[in-house]
């Protein structure tokens, strides 16, 4: 005999397009399917938002799963047939008005099917060997044909909230090191010059302008772009202070061999005769310099080789530090990342690796990545195989043309 599936709600209850969807969409699952029910359930829980379910409906939900005596959901029928008192008895104690009220929800959510007897009691009828053969209940057929909905849903929501969480950690740990480099800049350096300290109020005022417009629940697109506008900050004022801190170091180092370089060559490393771009450029290096040993060449022949750092910097470049002030700031603009210049610095040196940004400046043109081709210059100079004077002087012979012509 052929079993006939009511698909309408017995006494009062009208019938709705919604359950005829659900009904048709539990149809097309696999027979052959099986899932573990209590990963359809977590799925569930954690995407309930989005399906617009409470707690109290996966409650009723998890009570009808403990009904079903298998761990997965499969088959062609998946029926439950608890009494009112049962079911209120597994969804702890749960009255029967709001009982009913939540398995309505759940049928209107299409998770479960009413599968109404005629009487509208919910039982089952067996065969012969034991076996049921018809069953009158609640149909969790849905769950397994929309599982894989389910499970990208609460993939979607773990995600997201895990994206929320980082940006929430990057915004503390800005906030974090924003506030502890003001403080400690207003104390060390505020008294320098007025200039100083007033750049540092500036900063100051722009990062507590951006932390009032941080929402107190704000989006995952919101929390983004605090967290990049920070991170752009921390890092300006990071190199702001890195900048400081070698500035202060070289004018350490000059003060202690101030009496050396007045008695050795004018022409040694720490040439400390102020060059501006007019004097390199008309001002030919000597043919002495063209082979120098173990890289010690002069300020003059890198300005030459290399004028276009004089871009970045407003008062000309007239010894080593302001040569160091002006490629730190090339770096930044050429978006040299951190670890790629800490490196440089750890293979080449600190005066050979600006060396190397100014080559880099000079050539900007045709470098595509600024970072990625001085990791290859340190790479060179790891293996012995770099010498920044033959560059110089390739760099310089390569514009003797047309200043000949000018």
């Known amino acids: ?104 929800v759940l049928v209107d959510a299409g998770l479960i099917i009413r599968r109404d007897s005629p009487n509208g009691k919910r039982y089952a009828r067996r065969g012969r060997g034991g076996g049921i053969e018809l069953a009158y209940g609640f149909d969790l057929a849905p769950l397994l044909a929309r599982a894989d909905e389910f499970l990208r849903l609460a993939a979607e929501v773990e995600e997201a909230a895990r994206s929320l969480k980082l940006a929430r950690e990057r915004i503390t740990i800005c906030r974090r090191d924003i506030s502890k480099m003001i403080a400690a800049a207003q104390r060390e350096l505020m008294g320098e010059s007025p200039d100083e300290g007033q750049i540092w109020l500036d900063l100051h005022t722009l990062y507590r302008n951006l932390i009032e417009t941080m929402p107190r629940r704000g989006t995952l697109e919101q929390l983004e772009t605090l967290a990049d506008q920070l991170s752009t900050l921390a890092d300006d004022i990071l190199n702001r202070l890195e900048l400081q801190v070698k500035t202060a170091k070289l004018s350490t180092i000059e003060s202690s061999n101030e009496r050396h370089i007045q008695k050795s060559d004018p022409e040694s490393l720490l040439d ?53 002030g002006a490629t730190s700031l090339a770096r930044s603009i050429l978006r040299i990342s951190p670890s790629a210049w800490e490196e440089a610095q750890t293979v080449m040196g600190e005066t050979q690796a600006a060396v190397a940004v100014a080559c880099i400046v000079q050539r900007a043109a045709n470098i595509n990545s600024a970072g990625g081709y001085l990791r290859s210059l340190t790479r060179k100079a790891e293996a012995g195989q770099l010498s920044l004077g033959p560059i110089l002087m390739a760099q310089i012979h390569a514009r003797e043309p047309q200043l000949s012509r000018n």
């Open 1 to 104: 005999m052929q079993i006939h599936h009511a698909t309408s709600p017995f006494g009062r209850r009208t019938l709705t397009l919604a359950q005829i969807a659900s009904q048709a969409i539990a149809k097309t699952r696999p027979t052959t399917r099986a899932l573990p029910k209590w990963e359809i359930y977590q799925a569930l829980c954690t995407a309930r938002m989005r399906l617009g379910i409470s707690e109290r409906a996966l409650a009723v939900l998890n009570a009808l799963l403990t009904f079903h005596p298998e761990t997965t959901l499969s088959g062609e029928a998946i029926i439950v047939f608890p009494s009112n008192e049962q079911l209120s008895r597994r969804a702890h104690g749960m009255p029967a008005s709001t009982l009913r009220r939540h398995l309505a």
């Open 272 to 324: 400390s005769e102020p060059v501006t771009q007019a004097e390199h450029a008309a001002k030919p290096a000597p043919a002495s310099r063209t082979a120098l040993i173990q890289g010690s060449y002069t300020l003059g022949m890198v300005l030459r080789a290399c004028p276009d750092i004089l871009d970045y910097t407003r008062n000309g470049i007239g010894n080593w530090r302001d040569f160091l």
